[in-house]
């Protein structure tokens, strides 16, 4: 249990981090990725939040249903990122192509290790004849 809360909180600082620099540097950083100053202190707000809300919830007894939501939340900024990329390659410049990926690159980490820590859990609840119905 404890490898799944590190992640989430390592999970809850990068957003919050990313979302911090999105948020104060929106002016300066619209340029850089090509996209308009409001979507990306949106974007910025948005992060900080789900960090604060992953930091704040993961400290609960159980902490599967919160790796669960992060996990689902993660796959889905991945497949997002994704379909962005592909469809829509002249949307930002090579650097906010390069940041989206990368980024993407963590969080796909974050979801592989909340969703192993999750497996892990269940296995040893199976193991112990502990019965689960999530």
């Given amino acids: ?3 799944l809360r590190r992640t989430i909180r390592a999970n ?3 957003s919050e981090v990313s979302g911090g620099v999105l ?5 300066l950083l619209d340029g850089v990725f090509g996209l308009d100053s409001w979507f990306l202190a949106l974007l910025g ?18 902490v599967r249903p919160l790796a669960k939501l992060a996990a689902v939340l993660d796959v889905d900024w991945v497949i997002a990122a994704a379909v962005v990329l592909v469809a829509f390659p002249t949307a930002m410049t090579t650097t906010g ?7 993407s690159l963590f969080v796909a ?7 192993i820590a ?3 859990l269940r296995s040893a609840d ?3 004849g502990v019965l689960s119905v999530s």
């Fill in 126 to 128: 199976l193991d112990r």
């Fill in 109 to 115: 980490g974050f979801a592989a290790e909340q969703i």
């Fill in 45 to 62: 707000a948005s992060l900080v939040g789900y960090g604060a809300l992953l930091w704040l919830r993961v400290r609960r007894d159980d």
């Fill in 23 to 27: 948020l104060l540097g929106a002016g």
């Fill in 12 to 14: 809850s600082v990068f």
């Fill in 97 to 103: 192509r390069g940041g989206l990926f990368v980024v």
């Fill in 1 to 3: 249990m404890q490898n």
């Fill in 118 to 120: 999750l497996r892990r």
